[in-house]
């Protein structure tokens, strides 16, 4: 019950109040939200206080990881979230608090999951600064004894205490949400809170996060589009990883300095994002501009009146905290390839008919109904201009289509929409004529096409075929297993059936019981309340006797 969680909700309210994030609510534009206002200034942290800058920053790095990592989310969303608190929550990407330099050389320095050895022994040169902090981490800089220039990962201490006591009130409030709320049903919020909580535990684990760093690098080794740092070293609380020179993709004035195309540049931001989905099935899922770079030359080259500068090759992206990582089943692959290739061309008809096939819609839903509410919502945003068409509104709105009909969306693939749509955001930040239709149809068709392509899969036939050959020698064993299991299954089947009928005889007798008990008390009673003299009392102990007749019988 959320009342259990009272000492924490009290913290929440006592934050808000002290920051006065009320003062930073647009309520005539929001009215929903003027209750929650009212209730933020009546708490006495908020009395004699008035506007604070970047208090909506301040508030979520006090109230924890958790609403640090929901601040960085919403920093992408310019459409739903006003200007002067978007430029507050994009500092919530690498501008967080930093804990003391002494607490990170102690986690570095710590034997069980540190890096175990002095901070003099594992480098020739610590910076004490830190680079960036983050909600998870902060980075420091530093040298490696043969030179090399690397940044130091460390994971803010005990914080995992927090995280976990924290979704224990996510999961009360979407439980809550879940039994009241359809669109909460649908979505499975409750399924999307479990997994979030365990990627959110994963993230706290750098050995984790490097292993994923080394799988993406190996999957773009070589590519023009992007490059992931090599991992030097990690352990639980702690990586080491080369060092590069980048800038965040929202530093769009520095990429025009330098003489970037931005055009190229989004595009490239979004084809990184299909291959990662389609071809290495291992997409990043955590794509907030701090954590998407750009390279540049060095640093100390990059000031405001710089010229271009020619890197020697197109400007690549840097694959940076790979802490959240998203997969997909092969089914899952080629159903939102289909489905995302059905939108794009305002087929209706097949994407209904492609959800129905997974099993997304219930048996008693009108797809007739679902295909025409598709057509009349959907289908007018898709006939705007390039330029006007929100994606993340078409989504929002296929979504909200979902809900109405009863359909039911795996949260794996809620992931990969959520990331989807912040990535066509940031690529509309960089590029505003930035075309999506264009760009990912081609792709996706290709990729269809290979799936389905008879040779290919001829081809996956034939390597397989022996695994096959050596599983048919287990044919006759299974067939033996099965008839057995047939058998057995019959047989508890009647065991069940015998049990049942019990029951039913036992539930027929307690219902003779309760009337003979029923009808005994009340003739006892009526006969007691007649009679006079020293036989009233007992048939008023007769009818006591009845009833305990039933309890005990």
Not at 59 to 88: H, N
Not at 253 to 258: G, K, P, R, T, V
Request: proline fraction near 5%.
């Amino acid at each position: 019950m959320l009342l259990s969680h009272r000492a924490r909700l009290l913290e929440l309210w006592r934050i808000a109040a002290s920051y006065r994030i009320d003062t930073h609510f647009f309520i005539e534009d929001a009215p929903q939200l003027q209750p929650l206002a009212r209730l933020i200034r009546l708490h006495p942290a908020a009395w004699g206080k008035k506007h604070q800058p970047n208090a909506i920053k301040y508030a979520l790095e006090d109230m924890g990881t958790l609403f640090l990592k929901l601040g960085q989310l919403l920093s992408t969303r310019q459409d739903l979230v006003p200007p002067d608190i978007i430029t507050q929550l994009i500092q919530l990407q690498d501008q967080v608090k930093p804990f003391a330099p002494d607490i990170a050389i102690a986690q570095i320095q710590d034997l069980k999951h540190g890096l175990g050895q002095s901070i003099n022994t594992l480098f020739a040169r610590f910076d004490i600064k830190p680079l960036a902090a983050a909600s998870i981490a902060q980075v420091h800089t530093a040298a490696l004894t043969d030179g090399r220039e690397v940044v130091v990962k460390v994971v803010r201490p005990d914080i995992r205490t927090t995280i976990i006591a924290d979704f224990e009130l996510l999961r009360e409030l979407a439980n809550w949400a879940s039994a009241r709320i359809e669109a909460a049903r649908a979505v499975h919020i409750i399924d999307i809170v479990e997994d979030y909580r365990q990627v959110m535990l994963n993230e706290l684990d750098l050995t984790l996060e490097a292993e994923n760093t080394t799988k993406m690098r190996n999957n773009f080794l070589g590519s023009a589009l992007m490059y992931v740092p090599e991992v030097y070293d990690a352990s639980k609380n702690v990586m080491v990883m080369e060092r590069i020179q980048g800038v965040p993709i929202s530093q769009v004035q520095l990429f025009d300095q330098l003489g970037y195309d931005r055009a190229a540049l989004a595009e490239k931001g979004l084809t990184i994002f299909f291959i990662q989905v389609f071809r290495d099935n291992f997409f990043h899922a955590d794509m907030h501009p701090g954590n998407v770079f750009v390279e540049t030359p060095p640093v100390k080259t990059l000031t405001s009146d710089m010229s271009a500068i020619d890197l020697g090759h197109e400007p690549r992206y840097i694959g940076l905290d790979c802490a959240i990582m998203g997969t997909l089943s092969k089914n899952d692959q080629l159903i939102v390839a289909r489905m995302l290739l059905a939108v794009m061309n305002n087929n209706f008809t097949t994407m209904v008919d492609i959800v129905g096939r997974a099993g997304w819609i219930p048996p008693n839903a009108d797809k007739h109904a679902l295909m025409r509410d598709m057509s009349r919502t959907v289908g007018p945003m898709l006939q705007k201009s390039i330029n006007d068409i929100d994606f993340a509104g078409v989504l929002m709105q296929i979504l909200d289509i979902a809900r109405r009909h009863h359909m039911s969306i795996p949260p794996q693939l809620m992931l990969l929409l959520k990331t989807l749509v912040h990535v066509e955001g940031l690529g509309r930040d960089l590029y505003p004529d930035l075309d999506i239709w264009s760009l990912a149809k081609p792709i996706l068709s290709s990729w269809i096409k290979e799936q389905l392509n008879p040779m290919r899969n001829l081809r996956q036939l034939r390597d397989r075929l022996p695994e096959l050959l050596l599983s048919a020698t287990d044919v006759p064993k299974l067939l033996d297993e099965g008839m057995q299991s047939l058998a057995s299954q019959g047989a508890r089947q009647d065991s069940q059936l015998r049990e049942i009928q019990q029951i039913r005889a036992d539930m027929l007798n307690d219902r003779r019981r309760d009337w003979i008990a029923l009808a005994g008390f009340g003739l006892c009673i009526t006969i007691a309340t007649q009679v006079i003299g020293w036989l009233s009392p007992v048939f008023y102990i007769l009818a006591v006797l009845a009833v305990i007749w039933r309890i005990l019988a």
